[in-house]
């Protein structure tokens, strides 16, 4: 579990999360959604310690230097070693080097042999997606934040990484954020609408009946 007691970070006295209260559960995928600009890489940013904020966030009763870990990120422009080949990268991103396992990484079926003896400076960014995904899945994360992975994948990809996320979800706290709603419809748990600096939390959501994209619209454009 993630808790979330009384977050605010502003910027230039600029509030962009006010005051923020919640729980995330774990083993479930929890879903951002927002407008462009609305503080969701923000929040994200500040669970992995990254942003100076206000208020306290703690994993299961627990610091965050005390689980470093057991996190696992994933951004839209993932930081990798370009002159290191995609299997050398994999091993650079894994929290403990027994993690790695190439006939695995290869059963993954996400990034060919060939691909993963290339440079990664040759890499396209849903390779680049895909190589993150693939460290994702061996160093097995307690917390998987990932922030708008679903860019510059191709049909066959968003079905894999589909798949790859739901068993993730059997044993992580997954936190997505972006504004593909048609590839996180049927795999996500719980929503977190994030607006003018508030989050509204809805649990089974999918119980009402409505679409992401409708309950975009119920709390965000009809805010305007």
């Not at 790695?100 to 993954?108: C, V």
């Not at 160093?139 to 079905?159: A, C, H, Q, V």
């Given at each position: 579990?993630?808790e ?12 962009v ?5 919640l729980?995330?559960k ?18 994200i940013?500040?669970l ?7 208020g306290t966030?703690t994993?299961s ?7 470093r870990?057991?996190i696992?990120?994933i ?6 070693y ?12 894994l ?6 396992d ?6 993954l ?11 990664v400076?040759?890499?396209?960014l849903?390779e ?6 693939i ?25 894999s990484l ?10 992580s ?10 590839f ?8 977190l609408v ?13 119980k ?5 994209y ?5 709390y ?5």
């Amino acid at each position: 579990m993630i808790e979330v007691n009384n977050l605010s970070k502003s910027y230039a006295n600029i509030p962009v999360l006010k005051n923020i209260s919640l729980n995330l559960k774990g083993n479930r995928i929890h879903f951002i959604m927002g407008k462009n600009g609305s503080g969701k890489t923000t929040f994200i940013k500040c669970l992995l310690g990254l942003e100076h904020y206000e208020g306290t966030i703690t994993y299961s009763g627990k610091v965050l230097e005390d689980v470093r870990k057991s996190i696992f990120a994933i951004f839209d422009d993932i930081p990798l070693y370009n002159d290191l080949n995609g299997f050398q990268n994999i091993r650079l991103m894994l929290s403990d080097k027994k993690f790695f396992d190439k006939n695995y990484i290869l059963e993954l079926g996400l990034l060919t042999d060939q691909k993963l003896k290339e440079y990664v400076k040759n890499y396209s960014l849903g390779e680049r997606k895909k190589l993150a995904l693939i460290a994702a899945i061996l160093n097995k994360p307690r917390y998987l934040i990932i922030d708008e992975i679903s860019n510059g994948l191709d049909i066959e990809t968003l079905e894999s990484l589909q798949e790859k996320l739901n068993d993730l979800s059997h044993h992580s706290l997954i936190l997505a954020t972006g504004h593909h709603f048609e590839f996180y419809e049927n795999i996500v748990n719980e929503l977190l609408v994030l607006n003018v600096g508030t989050i509204t939390h809805i649990s089974n959501y999918k119980k009402g009946g409505d679409k992401l994209y409708e309950i975009y619209k119920q709390y965000i454009t009809s805010s305007k």
